[in-house]
């Protein structure tokens, strides 16, 4: 008796092509943080995790299939000047607080138990999945928006008035949620 021959999917070359550049993404795209005056005083510690952590979550979003590259690390990086503008709602602390206790799990760090949040509700975990999910997209769009640029520069494109450039607008998910 014989195997039946498996005819497995061959790869693209348009998925290498996406792989790969979600790759290089996760070490060149700019970090999204949420607008305020802030956002110069996030830790040089955490903007140093986030490209490792980023390129653990394209490994692990090609191989499971599902979901977006953005770590807790890059959604707490987000949230931080959020942080120093005033107090948050219940929720946003909760998310916070969740972020902040994977960050410190990521580097191995112990967190004390008063500050422990390890789990959400489905709720709250639908919520952080919006917020990484809008930081993947505004991630994106300023990787498609510096290649485009780089593409006019290329081609010789002078005329200044006709294309230029805006910087990139980072709005929240809901207005009522940061």
Same mark, same amino acid.
């Given at each position: 008796?014989? $195997?039946?021959? @498996?005819? $497995?999917?061959?790869?693209? !070359?348009?998925?290498?092509?996406?792989?790969?550049? %979600?790759?290089?993404?996760?070490?060149?795209?700019?970090?999204?943080?949420?607008?305020?005056?802030?956002?110069?005083?996030?830790?040089?510690? $955490?903007? !140093?995790?986030?490209?490792?952590?980023?390129?653990?979550? %394209?490994?692990?979003?090609?191989?499971?299939? !599902?979901?977006?590259?953005?770590?807790?690390?890059?959604?707490?990086?987000?949230?931080?000047?959020? +942080?120093?503008?005033?107090?948050?709602?219940?929720?946003?602390?909760? @998310?916070?607080?969740?972020? *902040? %206790?994977?960050?410190?799990?990521?580097?191995? %760090?112990?967190?004390?138990?008063? @500050?422990?949040?390890?789990? $959400? =509700?489905?709720?709250?975990?639908?919520? @952080?999945?919006?917020? !990484?999910? *809008?930081?993947?997209?505004?991630?994106?769009?300023?990787?498609?928006?510096?290649?485009?640029?780089?593409?006019?520069?290329?081609?010789?494109?002078?005329?200044?008035?006709?294309?230029?450039?805006?910087?990139?607008?980072?709005? =929240?998910?809901?207005? +009522? *949620? *940061?």
């Amino acid at each position: 008796m014989t $195997l039946p021959e @498996l005819q $497995l999917k061959q790869p693209s !070359k348009r998925d290498d092509d996406g792989w790969i550049e %979600n790759l290089c993404g996760a070490l060149t795209d700019p970090i999204i943080v949420y607008p305020s005056p802030w956002q110069e005083d996030i830790p040089e510690d $955490l903007k !140093k995790q986030i490209p490792l952590e980023r390129m653990i979550m %394209n490994i692990k979003v090609e191989h499971e299939g !599902k979901g977006v590259p953005v770590g807790d690390v890059e959604a707490l990086v987000y949230m931080f000047p959020r +942080s120093m503008e005033g107090p948050f709602t219940d929720q946003q602390q909760r @998310l916070y607080m969740y972020c *902040f %206790n994977k960050a410190m799990q990521f580097r191995q %760090n112990e967190v004390p138990a008063d @500050l422990k949040q390890e789990t $959400l =509700t489905d709720y709250d975990m639908r919520q @952080l999945d919006d917020l !990484k999910r *809008f930081i993947w997209n505004s991630r994106v769009k300023a990787r498609k928006a510096k290649v485009r640029g780089e593409r006019i520069a290329a081609a010789g494109e002078t005329k200044q008035a006709k294309h230029e450039t805006k910087e990139l607008e980072v709005k =929240t998910v809901q207005p +009522s *949620f *940061f």
